[in-house]
């Protein structure tokens, strides 16, 4: 077993990762365009890959970027990459650039890089984290993009605030994260995300599937308003799992800390995810 990644592929071929290369005149270097999916893996195997892969081939088509691109490509380089880093928790991460353009800004035969790093992944439910809202709407909201300017040029504002991250809104609806989903609890006990104009996150599903259970969903705008009145708010992601959020903008959601509801989803997600190890 390896403590680091040796390997990634570049275009279906075998590349050590010191020699790895990209030229200076791919759309994703030029223009920033360009897709990425990104998934764990678990006991060496990826955990929700048929809906990871699923989203970034729909990534790939609304960018123009799907040619001969399959499930079954996809999944023959990922094991490839399994089997020669020898990394049994990891993240593997499937880019798909815009290519060699002739003129930096005409779309080209896409690249496709895959990559695996090894991660250590929360077994558990972290403390609870502070957000900041800021204004903003991304471009190809359903689109995994390699697009997050915004998300790092806010990096110092939101330190300033001292707050974790960033919860975007527009329209006076709450959003999403950079790299997460947003949930609430709602004063009608409901389990609430917006679902228009955001990314749809596997996590994200597998929440909405776990809550359906037991608890009434309703996916529906959360506006501003909202949040001032909900009882819980947690993240999700596919490494962040359930992450509860104690406070948005300096105010307190609920009592400020981490609720039953959010416990009892994140205790049922995990254990689809590590179930077997």
């Not at 920033?32 to 006991?43: L, N, P, Q, T, W």
């Not at 593997?92 to 080209?108: C, H, M, N, Q």
């Not at 609720?259 to 077997?276: I, K, M, N, P, Y």
Request: proline share 6%; glycine share 8%.
């Amino acid at each position: 077993m390896n403590s680091s990644a040796q390997f990634c592929l570049i275009n279906g071929q075998l590349v050590p990762i010191a020699t790895a290369a990209i030229g200076v005149n791919d759309l994703s270097l030029q223009r920033g365009y360009g897709i990425f999916d990104f998934f764990k893996v678990v006991g060496g195997k990826p955990v929700f890959l048929d809906d990871h892969l699923e989203r970034f081939l729909f990534s790939a088509k609304e960018m123009r970027l799907d040619k001969g691109l399959t499930t079954g490509l996809l999944t023959g380089q990922v094991q490839m990459l399994l089997e020669k880093n020898d990394l049994p928790e990891s993240g593997v991460r499937l880019t798909l650039t815009g290519g060699y353009s002739p003129d930096g800004y005409s779309l080209a035969n896409p690249n496709l890089v895959v990559t695996q790093t090894p991660v250590t992944l929360n077994r558990g439910l972290p403390p609870g984290i502070e957000l900041m809202t800021y204004p903003f709407q991304r471009q190809l909201p359903r689109v995994k993009t390699i697009d997050y300017l915004m998300a790092i040029w806010l990096q110092p504002t939101i330190r300033q605030n001292q707050a974790n991250d960033v919860l975007y809104k527009s329209e006076g609806v709450v959003r999403e994260c950079p790299r997460a989903n947003f949930f609430i609890i709602n004063n009608k006990g409901e389990l609430q995300t917006t679902r228009e104009k955001l990314l749809w996150g596997i996590t994200r599903k597998k929440v909405l599937e776990i809550a359906g259970k037991f608890l009434p969903v309703a996916e529906k705008d959360i506006t501003v308003a909202d949040l001032a009145q909900s009882r819980e708010a947690f993240i999700t992601s596919t490494t962040k799992h359930i992450t509860p959020v104690i406070a948005i903008d300096g105010q307190k959601i609920g009592p400020g800390e981490p609720g039953e509801l959010t416990r009892l989803l994140s205790e049922g997600l995990l254990h689809q995810v590590f179930a077997d190890y």
